[in-house]
Every structure is written in structure tokens, then in C-alpha cells.
């Protein structure tokens, strides 16, 4: 027999032991338990689309909370015809898109010029993903959403050229383009 007095914690460890496509379910319902058990889960692989493609953790953070919003507005939409992460990913990636072209300042958001000599950057190895990371951020920001959705996310050149309107001689441009640009910086 449960006490009145003590918080019911059985549902919360319930629904962690669930999968998103349940979980998904019960948000749909309107429990917020579930969806936050959706957010806990997926927060942080979100969190890394946004990162790469925005460049900045401030920036990353709001796409993060503007992807994580919309999720619950469409979260009825979810078919099950795919992967619930397949689908998150998909949202999250044109969120993130549409928030970058949003943006009024698109050239203000680089580094300073001075920061961004090759030469300041240290030798690295492949298992250091951070300096990596740091690497591609410094990108221009067409060429370096290029380089993410192709590279790092695996779209190929023709859906990435229908996310971004440009033509698919274009993105595989931006891609070479950043390829030789990371070169440079990491020799």
C-alpha cells in the first residue's frame, strides 16, 4: 500500500524503460513525463546537429530549445513509418537550417578574421573530435553546413542541395571546398 504522502515515483521509472515509439505515444496524449523522457534521451545528439551546423554553443543552445518546441508541436505528426531518431533528426536539421537562414546578422556570427589563421591551430590526431569540432565552427557557415549534413550526417549531394536551395554542383563544391580548408588547418 502506497503512503498519501510519499511522491509516486513508480511512473517515471516506467516510462524509462519504454521506447521512444511508446514514449512518442503517451506525449502524443499530452504527458509531459513522457515527452521529457524523449528530451533526456535525444537532448544531446540534438544538441550536437545544432552545434555543428550553427558553430556557436550559445547559438546551438537556442536552435537546441527551438528544435526541442517544435518537436512538441508536431509530435502528433510521427508516423512510425521510420526510426522516431531518424524523424527527430530530419526535424532538427530543417530547424536548424531555417534558424540560421533566419538570422539577420549570417556574417557577424564568424570569428574574427585574426582567429581564424591556420597556423594558431595545433597538429591533430583523429580521436581528437573537440579541436575538430573547432575546426569545422571556424568553416564559412554555407561550407561548413555543407560539410555537416554530407560528412558528418551522411545526406547525400542532392538532398542537401533541396534542404538548402542551391544546386547539387554546388554543394559538392562547398564539400571540396571545406575538405581543403580542414587540410589547411589541421596540417
Known amino acids: 500500500m502506497h503512503n498519501i504522502n510519499q511522491p509516486i515515483s513508480e511512473p517515471?521509472?516506467?516510462?524509462?524503460?519504454?521506447?521512444?515509439?511508446?514514449?512518442?505515444?503517451?506525449a502524443t496524449l499530452g504527458c509531459q513525463q513522457a515527452?521529457?523522457?524523449?528530451?533526456?534521451?535525444?537532448h544531446q545528439r540534438v544538441y550536437a546537429i545544432c552545434f555543428r551546423l550553427s558553430g556557436q554553443t550559445s547559438l546551438a543552445d537556442d536552435i537546441t530549445q527551438i528544435c526541442f518546441i517544435r518537436l512538441w508541436h508536431k509530435l502528433d505528426q510521427?508516423?512510425?513509418?521510420?526510426?522516431?531518431?531518424?524523424?527527430?533528426?530530419?526535424?532538427?536539421?530543417?530547424?536548424?537550417?531555417n534558424e540560421l537562414k533566419a538570422q539577420q546578422s549570417w556574417w557577424r556570427r564568424y570569428l574574427p578574421t585574426e582567429q581564424?589563421?591556420?597556423?594558431?591551430?595545433?597538429?591533430?590526431?583523429?580521436d581528437d573530435y573537440h579541436l575538430l569540432d573547432k575546426c569545422i565552427a571556424k568553416l564559412p557557415q554555407r561550407t561548413r553546413i555543407v560539410f555537416v549534413l554530407c560528412a558528418v550526417e551522411g545526406y547525400q549531394h542532392k538532398e542537401i542541395a533541396?534542404?538548402?536551395?542551391?544546386?547539387e554542383?554546388?554543394?559538392?563544391?562547398?564539400?571540396?571546398?571545406?575538405?581543403?580548408?580542414?587540410?589547411?588547418?589541421?596540417?
Not at 12 to 26: G, M
Not at 79 to 94: A, Y
Request: hydrophobic residues 45%; aromatic residues 8%; negative net charge.
Open 12 to 26: 517515471l521509472n516506467h516510462l524509462e524503460a519504454l521506447d521512444d515509439n511508446q514514449l512518442v505515444a503517451i
Open 35 to 42: 515527452f521529457e523522457q524523449l528530451y533526456r534521451r535525444h
Open 78 to 97: 510521427f508516423r512510425g513509418d521510420s526510426q522516431f531518431t531518424t524523424w527527430l533528426h530530419r526535424l532538427c536539421v530543417h530547424q536548424a537550417i
Open 116 to 126: 581564424l589563421d591556420p597556423s594558431n591551430i595545433p597538429s591533430v590526431t583523429f
Open 162 to 167: 533541396a534542404l538548402l536551395n542551391i544546386a
Open 169 to 187: 554542383g554546388t554543394s559538392k563544391a562547398q564539400f571540396h571546398n571545406a575538405k581543403q580548408l580542414l587540410q589547411e588547418m589541421l596540417a
